[in-house]
């Protein structure tokens, strides 16, 4: 990928964590292969981007180096330069027990392990819940169109019966080399190939179903747990729930962005809800109970002799439940007097009597 990553997420070179994040989801709900008029590549695209700028370390060599950094197109890719000039080469030696013993016994597994195989793509939904869900948690089942697990070979792509046999793109080492020049000089990178998808090894049949690729698409059910307290907007990360990896890698991971439906009679305010309550003049002048609505239903509350119009009493752990965290907040009930528009003469009488004694 030879474009610019800032420019792929549509972000500023100076975007936090927070725009990098926002940006990647938005895009990546757009151009997701499952949905209509999804593009692969673009998805693709989008991904590697968002891996190198949501990394600090990625971010800061990509900053510099652009894609010739070890960090950019293929983290983990770079295994020496050579002079441009000269033709020279530099050679690294590293000497007993140190960087070439690590090599070593990482890709002596790579075949076995299938280290550094990619894993399955992710993938992203949006739930709505209603205010109450939100604010005691809740239990949502979805239902989404994603890839699942062949189960005739169970993700091993082979047909029953069938043997495997070295790849012969990567000669069974899971892994091919391509070189870049730079100009820095020329680097070698190591990527996960494409063919066998990191294992080393190829069925001799592919798998009738699956077609070799390990995987099918189904409509499938997720049990999402929502916990208390989430905000509008915010994600949920279910690990191994997005599409399987091919060939029985491992499977990406599901986001799931919360909305949160608006409620007529309640307000969020960090861990507390905002109550409005309408109360008549003589309760407001008098004093009396008045009935009022909970995030657990019902209760009366007594109104105090004098209450003021715009009045706030606080009604102790009637809020929301605090997220990763103890107790709940409170409820504020906000008075509203209700005064009357028309008045009987009766009624008149009354309050002139009342304007007449000074009140």
Known sequence: MSEDYYEVL???????????????????????????????????????AYQT????????????????TPGGENPGGFSGFQDMNNGGGFEFNFGEGGFGDVFGDLF???KEKGFGAEKGADVGVDVEILFKEMADGATKEIKIYKGVVCDKC??????????????????????????????????????????????????????????????????????????????????ISMEGKGEPGERGNLAGDLYV????????????????VWYNAKIPFSIATLGGRIEILTLSGKIKM???????????????????????????GDE????????????????????????????
């Open 10 to 48: 549509g972000v500023s070179r100076e975007a936090d964590e927070a725009e990098i994040k926002k940006a990647y989801r938005r895009l990546a709900h757009k151009h997701h292969p499952d949905k209509k008029g999804g593009d692969v590549e673009k998805f693709k695209e989008i991904n590697e």
């Open 53 to 68: 700028l949501s990394d600090k370390d990625k971010r800061s060599q990509y900053d510099q180096f652009g894609h010739s």
């Open 108 to 110: 002596s597994n790579f």
């Open 154 to 235: 169970q993700g091993s792509g082979a047909e029953s019966g069938s043997k495997f046999k070295k790849c012969d793109q990567c000669g069974g080492t899971g892994q091919v080399q391509t070189e870049r020049r730079t100009i820095l000089g020329s680097f070698a990178q190591t990527s996960v190939c494409d063919q066998c998808g990191g294992k080393g090894e190829i069925p001799e049949k592919k798998c009738s179903k699956c077609s070799g690729e390990g995987k099918v698409k189904e409509d499938i059910k997720i049990e999402i747990t929502i916990p208390a307290g989430i905000k509008d907007g915010q994600t």
């Open 257 to 272: 962005t919360v909305h949160v439906k608006p409620d007529p009679q309640f307000e969020r305010r960090g861990d507390d």
């Open 302 to 328: 007594k109104i105090p002799v004098g209450t003021q119009n715009g009045k706030v009493f606080k009604l102790k752990g009637e809020g929301i439940k605090r997220l990763h965290g103890y107790g709940r």
């Open 332 to 359: 504020m009930v906000k008075i509203a007097v209700n005064i009357p528009r028309r008045l009987n003469r009766k009624q008149r009488r009354a309050v002139k009597e009342l304007a007449e004694n000074g009140l």
